[in-house]
């Protein structure tokens, strides 16, 4: 199974701060990887799939990258709606998600 | 609109069963795989299993095999999660979730409302 390491565990960011998160794979995914935003009581919204396309009607200020097994979320300037905890998830091998980060209002 | 509906909140004696509901409206029921993912308090995302709604086949994680049954009932477009020998730590909301537009990726576009499930004596 791949195994996903994601961090940090949380982070504690201002309104227009640049915060990055990053999820580290096992072994090699290809292009089944996603990120989401959870907030509570609600149910997981899809930000990113296919590691760097923008699920529709994603604002622009989210991005995603990947460098070999490194996948990272972005959010270019962080908005007070954006503070919530977010998971990457790969599909390549089963279904797993990371341990989640929450952003948190500093 | 595509939306998968879920039922209740249940609570449950541990040994006891749950069996959770997913309706789905909107698109072909039968092609699109339902995930099974629960969320326990203070605890990340953790996916269960998926079903095939039109073969019936499913797949779980390895720590739910043997205790959970994925079934569907492809009449009334629902998905149906069946969980055995509760125990306290399953005390969790479950959620249905489908690869809509995404299913080339595997990543969730559609996601049910969420079921909680408490699990006390």
């Known amino acids: 199974d791949i195994q996903l390491t994601q961090s940090p565990s949380s982070v504690s960011a201002s309104v227009g701060d640049r915060v990055t998160i990053t999820c580290r794979a096992s072994?090699?995914?290809?292009?089944?990887f996603a990120w989401y935003q959870h907030k509570p009581g609600t149910a997981p919204k899809l930000l990113v799939y296919?590691?760097?396309s923008l699920q529709s009607g994603v604002p622009s200020r989210f991005s995603g990258s990947r460098s070999g097994t490194d996948f990272t979320l972005t959010i270019s300037s962080l908005q007070p709606e954006d503070f919530a905890t977010y998971y990457c998830?790969?599909?390549?091998?089963?279904?797993?998600f990371g341990q989640g980060t929450k952003v948190e209002i500093k | 609109q595509v939306q998968l509906v879920q039922s209740g909140a249940e609570l449950k004696k541990p040994g006891a069963s749950v069996r959770v509901s997913c309706e789905a409206s909107?698109?072909?029921?039968?092609?699109?795989?339902i995930h099974w993912v629960r969320q326990a308090p203070g605890q990340g995302l953790e996916w269960m299993g998926w079903?095939?709604?039109?073969?019936?086949?499913?797949n779980f994680e390895q720590n739910f095999r043997g205790r959970v049954t994925l079934t569907r009932d492809t009449s009334v477009n629902t998905a149906y999660m069946e969980l055995n020998t509760l125990r306290s730590d399953d005390t969790a909301v479950y959620y249905c979730?489908?690869?809509?537009?995404?299913?080339?990726?595997?990543?969730?576009?559609?996601w049910g409302q969420g079921t909680q499930v408490t699990v006390s004596s």
């Open positions: 979730a489908s690869s809509y537009d995404y299913s080339d990726y595997g990543a969730f576009d559609v």
């Open positions: 909107g698109y072909s029921f039968s092609d699109y795989f």
């Open positions: 079903l095939n709604p039109k073969s019936g086949a499913t």
């Open positions: 072994h090699g995914i290809g292009a089944w």
């Open positions: 296919a590691t760097s």
């Open positions: 998830q790969q599909a390549s091998s089963w279904v797993a």
